[in-house]
């Protein structure tokens, strides 16, 4: 792309109410992370929650947490069994309707999911993850064995015995006590949540995760070095401070200021596109399919126009390592999580199957969530599974079509409106009073917010009446029809009775 000068960056774009950004590496968009109002992630967030039912028959317990749906606690996230000796018991041992417990979110909901819970909090620093009552003691997989052992037996001595602890990479890279100081803060933490939990009713919330700039700030930390663009100066500001006191990264600031968007500027739209779309088509004339369902994720690879040069053997397994470069990167880009199938084209041999897994796990190296590659079944299908925390980019984005009946997906009233949003700021307006927009009520209900507040916000930024023409439709949409005089076009504005 004619942004590969970008080889390595994080365009930013928190300009609206939607906030998004984009990872960029080795002159691709590896990720692209959106967060809109009212669908923040809650993985991390502690609540304090009122057990809504107790359910014996699968050893777990709803708790209700303040949102739509109860979270899920299962009896093995629950640090009384975890510290238990008994090896029989049930959940109702340890939770009954109504008591209120501490907890902490692992997964956020999905579909008919609600949340995934747990019992054992973790804290995080960035040395260590402290576990008040985890009992567990662990050490980062990229130690070597020696290291590991060492590190083990050297946190074990600052612990009490129903406390664990995660030793991070970044402590092991620092050597010294770090750790010990970061284990005394966080001690303070969980003690100020405990004094919390104790002044509130239940559900109620404890801690809220970070924030849409600590997420990048994770990246920053990652990445090491590169170019950050910014859209808003505040938000430039703010992320520059997280870096005080980290010579160890080497990052340049770029405030953005054009009156094109950031992501249109960069071209990030155009991959977001693509990313939404069932046929991913790889540079040979090959093709990804991919289907993302409530169970799983499945991924299909076909030969499309390309037949090769040699034999059929070489021609498949070509396009099968092409097709395990891009399966990595459309796995970070869309953020799918969970059981993932891809069904590669047969392949005859072992050594073939290797070489074709090898490439995925190369590309999958660095990826910010854990995966897990089982291996091909008997009948040639690659298994895999990758740690889920949120909802994928498509999930997000897309929501079910009320004409199809979820057969295919559309784009959601609130894409569409924060969307509007961005071209308002983008177009002509400076000469004109006011300008038309058509669409359908969903949109504008999204677009204005309740009584009218971002409505007025951005009129009084943009200084221009919007006056909207209400379309009815079954699929969320909108147009930018016209400008001109507010009276000009408040006739045109007027609802179809």
Request: aromatic share 8%.
């Amino acid at each position: 792309m004619w942004w590969n000068f970008l080889d390595r960056s994080i365009i930013i774009n928190v300009k609206t109410r939607e906030k998004r950004y984009a990872v960029i590496e080795n002159g691709k968009v590896s990720a692209i992370r959106i967060r809109q109002p009212g669908d923040a992630a809650k993985v991390g967030n502690i609540y304090l929650g009122k057990v809504a039912d107790v359910k014996p028959g699968i050893n777990a317990a709803f708790i209700d947490i303040g949102g739509i749906r109860h979270g899920y606690l299962h009896i093995s996230r629950l640090p009384a069994f975890v510290n238990s000796k008994n090896s029989n018991p049930t959940i109702s041992a340890y939770l009954s309707p109504g008591q209120t417990v501490m907890v902490q979110v692992k997964k956020d909901e999905t579909g008919q999911k609600g949340p995934l819970l747990t019992g054992i909090i973790e804290l995080s620093g960035e040395q260590i993850v402290y576990l008040p009552e985890g009992k567990y003691t662990a050490v980062s997989k990229k130690a070597d064995d020696a290291d590991r052992n060492k590190w083990r037996n050297r946190v074990r001595k600052a612990l009490e015995p129903q406390e664990g602890i995660i030793v991070r990479t970044a402590a092991i890279h620092a050597g010294g006590d770090g750790w010990r100081d970061e284990l005394k803060c966080l001690r303070l933490r969980y003690k100020c949540l405990l004094e919390k939990a104790a002044q509130l009713k239940a559900p109620a919330v404890l801690h809220e995760k970070s924030t849409v700039e600590a997420e990048i700030f994770r990246e920053l930390v990652r990445l090491k070095s590169g170019t950050v663009i910014v859209d808003d100066a505040e938000a430039l500001a703010r992320l520059k401070a997280l870096l005080a006191g980290r010579p160890e990264l080497d990052w340049s600031f770029e405030l953005y200021s054009g009156k094109q968007n950031i992501f249109t500027r960069y071209r990030i739209d155009r991959t977001l596109e693509e990313a939404l779309k069932r046929v991913v088509w790889l540079e040979n004339g090959a093709y990804l399919v991919i289907d993302e369902t409530e169970a799983l994720t499945i991924i299909d690879v076909n030969t499309g126009k390309y037949t090769g040069t040699t034999d059929q053997a070489e021609t498949v397994l070509k396009t099968n390592l092409l097709a395990a470069k891009e399966i990595g990167r459309q796995l970070k880009l869309r953020d799918y999580g969970g059981i993932i199938l891809v069904d590669f084209i047969d392949m005859q041999r072992d050594e073939q199957r290797a070489q074709v897994r090898a490439v995925l796990e190369k590309e999958l190296e660095n990826d910010e969530k854990q995966t897990r590659i089982t291996g091909f079944t008997e009948l040639g299908i690659l298994q895999m599974t990758r740690k889920k925390t949120r909802k994928s980019l498509p999930e997000a984005l897309l929501s079910v079509c009320p004409v199809c009946g979820g057969s295919g997906k559309i784009e959601s009233p609130e894409t569409l409106a924060f969307r509007l949003e961005r071209e308002l700021w983008e177009a002509p307006y400076a000469d004109y009073e006011a300008v038309l927009i058509e669409c359908t009520q969903d949109v504008k209900d999204c677009f204005c917010g309740e009584t009218d507040v971002h409505l007025k916000r951005l009129e009084n930024l943009l200084g221009m009446k919007l006056i909207f023409h209400i379309t009815r439709d079954p699929h969320p949409f909108y147009a930018i029809r016209q400008f001109g005089t507010a009276a000009g076009l408040a006739a045109k504005g007027k609802d179809p009775n």
